[in-house]
C-alpha cells in the first residue's frame, strides 16, 4: 500500500531553520505532484508549497515564499521542504501528500497523506 512517511520535525528557535523530507513507497513516485501542508492548533489545514511531477514546476504560499524551497529526488522517491527563517506563526503539524495530478493547491485533490511531523517554533 501507498505510505508517506515524514520525518525531520522538531523544535526551533525563530530564525532558525529545519529540513522536512518525505520518503514515499507504494507508488510510481515520479507521477505524482507532490505538496506539503500544515495545520496549526485550531486552524484549518493550509497549502504550504508543492512540486509537480512533469517540469517539477514549484508553487509556494504567499506566507512561505522566499524562506521555503520545496524539492524532490525521484531516484529516491523523497520530496523535501528546507525552511528557513522560521517564525513561531509557522508552527503546525506539517504533512506530505501525494497527487495523481499534475499538482494542486488545493489538498481535496490529493490522493495520499502522510502522519505529520510536529515543527514547533519558539519566539
Known amino acids: ?3 508517506l512517511v ?8 525563530a530564525g532558525g531553520s529545519l529540513r522536512l523530507s518525505c520518503a ?3 507508488l510510481t513516485f515520479s507521477t ?5 501542508f500544515r495545520q ?6 493550509e497549502f504550504v508549497t508543492a512540486i509537480s ?5 514549484t508553487y509556494y504560499a504567499d506566507s512561505v515564499k522566499g524562506r521555503f524551497t520545496i524539492s524532490r529526488n525521484n531516484a529516491k522517491n523523497t520530496v523535501s521542504m528546507q525552511m528557513s527563517s ?3 506563526e509557522d508552527t503546525a503539524v506539517y504533512y506530505c501528500a501525494a497527487d495523481s495530478g499534475v499538482v494542486s493547491r488545493n489538498g481535496l485533490e490529493y490522493n495520499y497523506w502522510g502522519q505529520g511531523t510536529q515543527v514547533t517554533v519558539s519566539s
Open 24 to 26: 514515499a513507497s507504494g
Open 86 to 88: 522560521l517564525k513561531p
Open 1 to 3: 500500500q501507498v505510505q
Open 32 to 36: 505524482y505532484g507532490m505538496g506539503w
Open 40 to 45: 496549526a492548533p485550531g486552524k484549518v489545514r
Open 53 to 57: 511531477w512533469i517540469s517539477s514546476s
Open 6 to 13: 515524514e520525518s525531520g520535525g522538531g523544535l526551533v528557535q
